[in-house]
C-alpha cells in the first residue's frame, strides 16, 4: 500500500456516511414538498373525512389509487427486465418506490439520480438506469394521454383530435416497441449525450405498456369515487374520470419545475370534473384527490420500502447434504 492510498477500512464508513446524509437530505426534500402541497388543504379534508358518508367513499378512492401505484411497479419493472443483471422484486420495489418519492421535490432530476444510486447498487451502469427512467416517463406519458381521449372531446372542444395522436403512438409501439428507443437514441444525439448502451427488450416494453394503462384505469377509479361522492353521476362521469386523472397526470408530470405537478393538475381535472359538477364541487374533488393520492403513495411507498429492508427468510428445506451433491453451474447461473 502506497502512502497516498486510503486503507479499505477507512473507505467504506466514508462511503456510509456519505450515503447516509444523502439519504437524509433527499427524504427531508420530499417531507418539504408534501409540506408545501398539502399545509393549506388538510382543514377542508378533514371536514370532509369527518362525515359519516363520506367514508367508504374515501376508502375506496384510497385503495384504487393504491393498487394503481403498486400496479405502476410493474410497468417500471418490465423495463429493467431482460437487462443485465437480474433483480428480484424486492430489490426491484427498494429502486423504484424510494426515486418514486422524488417526484415530491421540484425536479425530475431527484428521482433520476436515487435510481442511478440504488441502480448502481444493484449492479446496473448509469447508462442503462437512465435509459429505463426515460423509457417508463414515455411510456406513462403516452398511456396517459392516449386515455384522455375518452374525456378529450368534450375538454378541448375541437382541438380533441390531438389527443389521437399519442392514441396512435401507443398502438404503433405496441406494434413496433424498438422504435422507442431508437427516438430516445435520437433524442440522446440531439442534446448531445451518451445515448444508453443497453434498453428494455421488445417484449417488456408491450408489457410496461399494458401494464401502465391498467395502472392508469385502476388509479382513476379514485378521482370517480370521489366525483360520486359530491354528487356526480355514476355512469356518465367512470369514462371522464379515469381519463380526466390520466390525462391531467400525464400533462401534470411536464411541468419538471412543480413537485408532482401540483396546482397544475388540479386545475386540469377542474375544468375537466365541471362538465359533471359545479365548479365549487369540481374544486373540492381535485383537492380532496390530491390529499388522497399524496397519502395512499406516502404509505404505500413506505410501507414497501420498510419491506424491503426486512432480512430475507432463512430457507431451511435444503439439507446440507442435498446442496453439496448439485455442483455448482457457473453458465447455468449465468443464464438465470
Not at 148 to 177: D, E, H, I, N, T
Not at 190 to 208: D, F, H
Not at 212 to 225: D, P
Request: proline share 6%.
Amino acid at each position: 500500500m502506497t502512502a497516498t492510498e486510503t486503507p479499505p477500512g477507512i473507505r467504506a464508513p466514508e462511503r456510509g456516511i456519505r450515503r447516509n446524509v444523502l439519504s437524509g437530505a433527499f427524504f427531508l426534500a420530499v417531507l418539504a414538498g408534501l409540506w408545501l402541497s398539502l399545509h393549506d388543504r388538510i382543514g377542508a379534508f378533514a371536514d370532509l373525512a369527518l362525515r359519516p358518508r363520506s367514508l367508504p367513499y374515501l376508502v375506496a378512492a384510497f385503495a384504487a389509487n393504491a393498487v394503481g401505484m403498486l400496479i405502476s411497479l410493474m410497468t417500471w419493472r418490465s423495463l429493467l427486465v431482460g437487462l443485465r443483471p437480474v433483480v428480484d422484486l424486492r430489490v426491484a420495489a427498494r429502486i423504484y418506490f424510494t426515486s418514486f418519492l422524488g417526484k415530491f421535490v421540484p425536479g425530475r432530476v431527484w428521482g433520476l439520480l436515487a435510481q442511478l444510486r440504488l441502480g448502481k447498487e444493484a449492479g446496473f451502469s448509469a447508462s442503462a438506469m437512465s435509459g429505463v427512467f426515460l423509457l417508463n416517463l414515455a411510456v406513462g406519458t403516452l398511456t396517459g394521454l392516449a386515455l384522455g381521449l375518452v374525456c378529450g372531446p368534450g375538454l378541448l372542444g375541437g382541438q380533441g383530435w390531438l389527443l389521437l395522436l399519442p392514441a396512435c403512438a401507443v398502438g404503433v409501439l405496441l406494434v413496433r416497441p424498438e422504435l422507442l428507443t431508437s427516438m430516445l437514441r435520437v433524442a440522446a444525439r440531439l442534446v448531445r449525450r451518451n445515448a444508453p448502451t443497453s434498453t428494455a427488450t421488445a417484449a417488456g416494453m408491450r408489457r410496461s405498456m399494458v401494464a401502465a394503462t391498467v395502472s392508469w384505469l385502476v388509479s382513476g377509479l379514485h378521482l370517480w369515487s370521489l366525483a360520486v361522492l359530491f354528487g356526480a353521476d355514476p355512469l356518465r362521469s367512470l369514462p371522464l374520470c379515469v381519463g380526466g386523472f390520466a390525462m391531467a397526470t400525464a400533462i401534470s408530470s411536464l411541468a419538471v419545475v412543480l413537485p408532482d405537478g401540483w396546482g397544475a393538475r388540479e386545475a386540469i381535472l377542474m375544468v375537466v370534473l365541471s362538465s359533471v359538477l359545479p365548479w365549487s364541487a369540481a374544486g373540492a374533488v381535485a383537492v380532496a384527490s390530491r390529499i388522497i393520492c399524496t397519502a395512499s403513495e406516502v404509505i404505500v411507498a413506505g410501507g414497501v420500502l420498510l419491506l424491503a429492508r426486512r432480512p430475507r427468510p432463512t430457507r431451511t428445506h435444503d439439507s446440507p447434504s442435498r446442496t453439496a451433491s448439485v455442483p455448482h453451474d457457473d453458465s447455468r447461473t449465468a443464464k438465470s
